[in-house]
């Protein structure tokens, strides 16, 4: 079992529930990507490479996932969820393009900075942060 697989395995069994094959394949498939993913598609890429896993299964796996840690809500966009994988990333924030969609992760060391500063300021202690731009991409504002 490599990290991720490890993890979600002990968060599971603290839950009291079990690593299936279909929750491991799916794992797996999060995992093999960078890319923002949705229920949907995630579901389509799975039933390409012939894994036998329902909609429904997915659906119910995403809110143990973001429990865990594993992966978090990324952006909304025209009533459409994202998702990214998040688990031995450091925090990285996203310009999203309000027309076409595109998303870009972004680090930058003066808002993480200003981050740490303004929690210390008012003695507040973060468990998760992200900023997202919403804005039009250099593509779209030419076309």
Request: overall charge neutral; some cysteine.
């Amino acid at each position: 079992m490599n990290d991720p697989e490890r993890t979600f395995a002990e968060f599971l069994k603290s839950k009291g529930l079990k690593f299936t094959p279909e929750r491991r394949e799916i794992l797996r498939v999060i995992f093999a990507t960078h890319e923002h993913f949705d229920v949907e598609t995630l579901f389509e890429v799975m039933k390409k490479r012939g894994e036998r896993t329902s909609l429904a299964t997915i659906y119910r796996l995403v809110p143990l996932l973001i429990e865990s840690g594993m992966i978090r809500r990324a952006t909304r966009l025209d009533g459409h969820v994202t998702y990214e994988h998040v688990f031995g990333h450091k925090p990285h924030h996203h310009l999203v393009c309000v027309k076409c969609g595109q998303i870009v992760e972004f680090r930058d060391e003066g808002i993480e900075q200003l981050l740490t500063e303004v929690c210390q300021k008012y003695d507040f202690s973060p468990i998760d942060q992200r900023l997202g731009v919403r804005g039009v991409c250099s593509s779209c504002r030419e076309g």
